[in-house]
């Protein structure tokens, strides 16, 4: 049965019978531990179609899950038959949390879900079946009847980290902008929101026992415009955080559409912006750190934080924070990018080395990582990291402890590259990283930036506005694969919880410049993390663009997404005169 669903579903099959109709007599009759999707559902719905979708009445009939009577309700026609939402164990069995199944019919339409996320997703299904004006706030025209071909749809999703990163710190996002990105990512069932809140450039949540890390460490003097080799420059002040409860907001408007919020906080580099706020967090003995400010520029910064009790101290308590605020299993430490120039200047950072038996500053690093690994473990957490993290480990198999780590944490099972069992790796400078990690048991989330960096231009034509990387076209995303050769097939490529596309936002200061660069390409994403594509040079790119073209960007606009026409940008998305970093060729595998 043809569909324009994206992310493809797994299955569809044609039902006998008329559609099933939405209208003015349809209700919502949400099954135990389903309460949360029928809220969500009321209210998109409801403001698109005008309709009530009020309760269903008691004793108005069964949860039936016959083909030929999907909602086992009494009513039909187009005065509308009920909705009803399930969430049933053998689903669940199935096809895990996440699976749903579909019926849709003359008397009714059932979504079953292997959980509540399931449900969701087949509820994010059902509003892709009604159509594009499905998705917008109002209505748009008289009353009419809302309809879907009868049918099965049986649905699950292939990994169980579908994530978009959103950089904050480069450019401030306001909250409703964050908000608006969680519907965009629920709306292809996505489920992860990696938020880099953390930067030389910015540090965008507030900690309250830390003030001056959004007083001073949320605001910049200027902004580079362009790539760091332009000229250009903003003179504006450029800034802004999160309060405790504007996170408190962001966590749970996610959760309800049943997307993890995943913070970073990065340490040891990328760490200007702390040390301007908190001066004593640098390496003093080696550069005036009273005299830095937060970075106005981009690149990989020299100034890092120093190897000291008192600086673990001090992202101790920005973490007690962090998981106050985040009830994410996972909590990112960046880890990545950190010069060295400083520590081998300084005795301070020397004498940390003697100390703990470190043979050089890679392994300091390490150390680094190594201490916010056990002490996230120790608490009930788990650290995830760019995949540098295995870089200048020092190997312990006795499931000891370097001398930084709490005496709570000697119990913590160790991996052979010195890190938790349950430290993971995000793999971005291409595979690599994510298969060492996989081959020695850790999680990896996939994202190369060869492959899924959106902030990479999308095209080779002189219009694509602040040209950055490689051309990775919608196409090259769709071919993107996550678990390499060199891990399919095997026991490690179970180690592969996802894949994650990264918007770095250097170069894309508004929302239209990072809607222009995360869709379309982030539909095909959708897919590709999603569904149960066959190999990459078997996959049916053109049956997508099909789908994409006949009916999903349709929903975009609909949104309100200002993404990136088919022929090239339109002349108010082009940024001419503004310098980016183009790089020519195809991009290694590596």
Same mark, same amino acid.
């Given at each position: 049965?043809?569909?324009?669903?994206?992310?493809?579903?797994?299955?569809?099959?044609?039902?006998?019978?008329?559609?099933?109709?939405?209208?003015?007599?349809?209700?919502?009759?949400?099954?135990?531990?389903?309460?949360?999707?029928?809220?969500?559902?009321?209210?998109?719905?409801?403001?698109?179609?005008?309709?009530?979708?009020?309760?269903?009445?008691?004793? %108005?009939?069964?949860?039936?899950?016959?083909?030929?009577?999907?909602?086992?309700?009494?009513?039909?026609?187009?005065?509308?038959?009920?909705?009803?939402?399930?969430? %049933?164990?053998?689903?669940?069995?199935?096809?895990?949390?996440?699976?749903?199944?579909?019926?849709?019919?003359?008397?009714?339409?059932?979504?079953?879900?292997?959980?509540?996320?399931?449900?969701?997703?087949?509820?994010?299904?059902?509003?892709?079946?009604?159509?594009?004006?499905?998705?917008?706030?109002?209505?748009?025209?008289?009353?009419?009847?809302?309809?879907?071909?009868?049918?099965?749809?049986?649905?699950?999703?292939?990994?169980?980290?579908?994530?978009?990163?959103?950089?904050?710190?480069?450019?401030?996002?306001?909250?409703?902008?964050?908000?608006?990105?969680?519907?965009?990512?629920?709306?292809?069932?996505?489920?992860?929101?990696?938020?880099?809140?953390?930067?030389?450039?910015?540090?965008?949540?507030?900690?309250?026992?830390?003030?001056?890390?959004?007083?001073?460490?949320?605001?910049?003097?200027?902004?580079?415009?362009?790539?760091?080799?332009?000229?250009?420059?903003?003179?504006?002040?450029?800034?802004?955080?999160?309060?405790?409860?504007?996170?408190?907001?962001?966590?749970?408007?996610?959760?309800?559409?049943?997307?993890?919020?995943?913070?970073?906080?990065?340490?040891?580099?990328?760490?200007?912006?702390?040390?301007?706020?908190?001066?004593?967090?640098?390496?003093?003995?080696?550069?005036?750190?009273?005299?830095?400010?937060?970075?106005?520029?981009?690149?990989?910064?020299?100034?890092?934080?120093?190897?000291?009790?008192?600086?673990?101290?001090?992202?101790?308590?920005?973490?007690?924070?962090?998981?106050?605020?985040?009830?994410?299993?996972?909590?990112?430490?960046?880890?990545?990018?950190?010069?060295?120039?400083?520590?081998?200047?300084?005795?301070?950072?020397?004498?940390?080395?003697?100390?703990?038996?470190?043979?050089?500053?890679?392994?300091?690093?390490?150390?680094?990582?190594?201490?916010?690994?056990?002490?996230?473990?120790?608490?009930?957490?788990?650290?995830?990291?760019?995949?540098?993290?295995?870089?200048?480990?020092?190997?312990?198999?006795?499931?000891?402890?370097?001398?930084?780590?709490?005496?709570?944490?000697?119990?913590?099972?160790?991996?052979?590259?010195?890190?938790?069992?349950?430290?993971?790796?995000?793999?971005?400078?291409?595979?690599?990283?994510?298969?060492?990690?996989?081959?020695?048991?850790?999680?990896?989330?996939?994202?190369?930036?060869?492959?899924?960096?959106?902030?990479?231009?999308?095209?080779?034509?002189?219009? %694509?506005?602040?040209?950055?990387?490689?051309?990775?076209?919608?196409?090259?995303?769709?071919?993107?694969?996550?678990?390499?050769?060199?891990?399919?097939?095997?026991?490690?490529?179970?180690?592969?919880?996802?894949?994650?596309?990264?918007?770095?936002?250097?170069?894309?200061?508004?929302?239209?410049?990072?809607?222009?660069?995360?869709?379309?390409?982030?539909?095909?994403?959708?897919?590709?993390?999603?569904?149960?594509?066959?190999?990459?040079?078997?996959?049916?790119?053109?049956?997508?663009?099909?789908?994409?073209?006949?009916?999903?960007?349709?929903?975009?606009?609909?949104?309100?997404?200002?993404?990136?026409?088919?022929?090239?940008?339109?002349?108010?998305?082009?940024?001419?005169?503004?310098?980016?970093?183009?790089?020519?060729?195809?991009?290694?595998?590596?």
């Amino acid at each position: 049965m043809p569909h324009d669903l994206i992310p493809a579903p797994r299955s569809v099959t044609a039902g006998g019978g008329g559609d099933y109709v939405l209208g003015p007599g349809s209700a919502l009759d949400a099954g135990p531990g389903t309460e949360g999707v029928a809220r969500w559902l009321r209210g998109a719905l409801g403001a698109a179609t005008g309709l009530a979708l009020p309760p269903y009445g008691a004793g %108005e009939g069964g949860g039936g899950t016959a083909r030929g009577d999907a909602a086992g309700g009494r009513t039909g026609g187009d005065a509308g038959a009920p909705v009803r939402l399930r969430v %049933e164990p053998a689903v669940h069995a199935e096809l895990g949390p996440e699976g749903y199944r579909l019926d849709a019919g003359p008397t009714g339409l059932l979504i079953t879900g292997g959980a509540a996320a399931g449900v969701f997703w087949g509820a994010q299904t059902l509003r892709q079946l009604l159509g594009p004006d499905a998705y917008r706030q109002a209505p748009t025209g008289p009353a009419r009847a809302w309809r879907v071909p009868a049918q099965r749809i049986e649905d699950a999703p292939r990994f169980r980290w579908r994530g978009l990163m959103l950089d904050t710190a480069r450019h401030f996002q306001p909250k409703d902008e964050v908000l608006r990105r969680i519907d965009q990512l629920a709306a292809h069932k996505l489920n992860v929101l990696h938020l880099h809140l953390t930067d030389d450039q910015g540090w965008r949540v507030e900690i309250a026992r830390y003030p001056r890390l959004t007083e001073v460490g949320a605001w910049r003097p200027r902004t580079k415009v362009g790539h760091r080799a332009s000229d250009l420059w903003d003179e504006r002040p450029h800034g802004g955080h999160y309060t405790r409860d504007d996170i408190r907001e962001i966590v749970a408007y996610a959760a309800e559409r049943h997307v993890t919020v995943v913070p970073e906080i990065e340490l040891p580099g990328h760490s200007q912006a702390a040390v301007a706020a908190y001066p004593e967090l640098g390496n003093t003995d080696v550069v005036d750190t009273s005299a830095l400010g937060v970075w106005d520029d981009w690149g990989v910064n020299p100034n890092v934080l120093a190897p000291t009790d008192a600086v673990l101290r001090f992202y101790a308590g920005v973490l007690e924070e962090v998981l106050e605020l985040f009830p994410s299993p996972f909590v990112h430490v960046g880890g990545d990018e950190c010069p060295k120039d400083q520590w081998r200047a300084s005795p301070v950072a020397q004498e940390r080395m003697r100390r703990e038996g470190l043979p050089d500053e890679d392994a300091l690093q390490a150390w680094f990582i190594r201490h916010f690994d056990r002490w996230l473990a120790a608490r009930g957490r788990r650290l995830i990291g760019w995949d540098e993290i295995l870089e200048g480990a020092a190997p312990t198999t006795d499931g000891g402890t370097d001398g930084a780590a709490d005496a709570a944490d000697a119990s913590v099972r160790l991996r052979p590259t010195g890190l938790t069992e349950g430290a993971a790796v995000s793999s971005w400078r291409g595979y690599a990283g994510g298969i060492a990690a996989a081959t020695a048991g850790h999680d990896v989330v996939m994202c190369p930036e060869q492959q899924v960096y959106l902030d990479h231009r999308q095209d080779g034509g002189a219009d %694509e506005p602040v040209p950055i990387g490689y051309v990775r076209t919608l196409s090259d995303v769709y071919h993107f694969e996550p678990v390499p050769p060199e891990l399919a097939g095997t026991p490690a490529a179970e180690h592969v919880i996802g894949a994650q596309a990264n918007m770095w936002t250097e170069v894309t200061e508004t929302r239209q410049r990072v809607d222009y660069q995360v869709f379309p390409r982030l539909t095909a994403f959708a897919e590709v993390a999603w569904s149960p594509l066959p190999a990459p040079e078997e996959r049916d790119f053109e049956g997508f663009r099909d789908r994409l073209r006949r009916a999903h960007l349709a929903r975009l606009d609909a949104l309100g997404v200002d993404y990136r026409p088919e022929g090239g940008p339109y002349p108010r998305q082009r940024r001419p005169g503004v310098l980016g970093r183009p790089i020519e060729g195809r991009p290694p595998i590596v």
